[in-house]
């Protein structure tokens, strides 16, 4: 080879190489970042504690009153040794899990359920920013401001943690941030995707929190004129950011994504299903759209009113139904064998239960009265249930 050609060659590799770093997907500073919790357990939101089913007759180990004037809705969260309440009085109140005792505050000024890993807790502020605390002592090591004025840009949407990456729905789509720095690595605007499908021009919002699984980040979207809401279902590349398939759904609301289906919820009708490679539509679930339900080995705990109905994924059939004694206004949770939840009635005082059940049989492990609705899903760990009332007075039974 003459030195004219190999010289040409050493060139072009060398080009090759540096395109190809250029282009590879960023890694994050720590990959091996363990996710506690998050919205609906885990990055694809199933509602499903993997340990910590509590051996309890229904009698709490502890309670707190962490009640306040504002945010009656509380969201919990746990990691090895903390309980995190985020709601009441708009704080979020971290507790001590054998005791109960406060550990620390921050004041966010919503109810939105935040991450956990074993270093640091993700959530939104008051300022409408992500904020990365420590989860020992509640100092913040980053905070991330996507400069957008709109108040339900990052406040309205609950981060998911994956292989060191934290994702966070932002009305202009996903930014997706190392979870050591708070780097925007890259982010996934669908402006283009939302106009193309749907015809109608307003303002753009995030329906969902981000879902995660298989190399996929699954999201809703809605778009909201005097005259119409219109919404659409995303499938993007999780390192490209290319669109995977969308769909045209007119009332979305969250996510769950799980052994290859990702299970729609809706404002008006039952859960909607499609296959996650494809986007291929499934038959719809015979659950209300909301609130979203559990699901675990093939099986969907959904919330119809007063009943927990069980119902096979693939053969849409009831495998059994539990009627609680009143409303239940928020997603179940699996822990081991068992499925807890709570109910309750607005204004009516000694309302509120907690329940567990066989998740195999339906039948009735334990109810709990605990005074005031519950509102939020509770939360199981090392053995141990959490549940807060709509008031913010906080629950474990071990």
């Not at 002592?137 to 980053?142: I, K, N, S, V």
């Not at 239960?353 to 109810?367: C, F, I």
């Amino acid at each position: 080879m003459n030195s004219l050609k190999k010289h040409c060659l050493l060139v072009f590799i060398a080009l090759l190489l540096a395109g190809a770093n250029g282009c590879a997907p960023k890694e994050a500073t720590d990959s091996s970042i363990n996710p506690k919790s998050m919205m609906n357990v885990n990055p694809g939101h199933t509602s499903q504690f993997i340990i910590g089913e509590s051996s309890n007759d229904g009698t709490p180990d502890w309670t707190v009153d962490l009640s306040g004037k504002y945010y009656k809705n509380p969201s919990i969260a746990v990691s090895v040794d903390k309980v995190f309440i985020n709601g009441p009085s708009m704080m979020l109140n971290v507790l001590e899990q054998e005791t109960g005792k406060k550990v620390w505050l921050y004041n966010t000024r919503n109810s939105v359920t935040p991450a956990i890993t074993d270093k640091s807790v993700f959530i939104t502020g008051s300022d409408n920013n992500l904020h990365a605390l420590d989860i020992n002592d509640g100092h913040e090591q980053w905070q991330f401001d996507r400069g957008l004025n709109n108040s339900i840009d990052i406040g309205g949407s609950s981060p998911a943690v994956k292989d060191g990456f934290v994702y966070i729905g932002t009305s202009d789509g996903i930014s997706v941030l190392d979870a050591v720095t708070g780097e925007e690595v890259r982010s996934y605007d669908p402006t283009n995707w939302w106009e193309n499908l749907n015809p109608y021009h307003g303002e753009k919002f995030m329906g969902s929190s981000p879902a995660l699984e298989d190399g996929l980040v699954f999201f809703t979207s809605y778009i909201y004129n005097d005259d119409h809401v219109s919404g659409g279902l995303y499938a993007i590349e999780e390192l490209t950011g290319e669109q995977k398939w969308s769909r045209v759904l007119e009332s979305a609301t969250d996510v769950i994504v799980t052994d290859g289906i990702v299970f729609v919820g809706q404002r008006f009708g039952n859960i909607q299903m499609f296959d996650a490679k494809t986007g291929e539509t499934l038959p719809n679930l015979p659950c209300h759209g909301q609130p979203l339900p559990a699901i675990a080995h093939g099986t969907a705990f959904c919330v119809n009113g007063q009943n927990i109905e069980a119902v096979n994924v693939a053969s849409a059939k009831t495998l059994w139904k539990f009627v609680a004694v009143r409303e239940i206004q928020s997603s179940p949770v699996i822990a081991g064998e068992s499925v807890y939840f709570g109910d309750g009635a607005n204004k009516t005082p000694e309302s509120g239960s907690l329940y567990s059940l066989d998740a195999v049989s339906g039948n009735l492990n334990w109810q709990r009265q605990l005074g005031n609705q519950i509102t939020s899903s509770p939360a199981a760990i090392n053995g141990m249930i959490f549940t807060t009332s709509g008031e913010g007075i906080v629950s474990a039974f071990e």
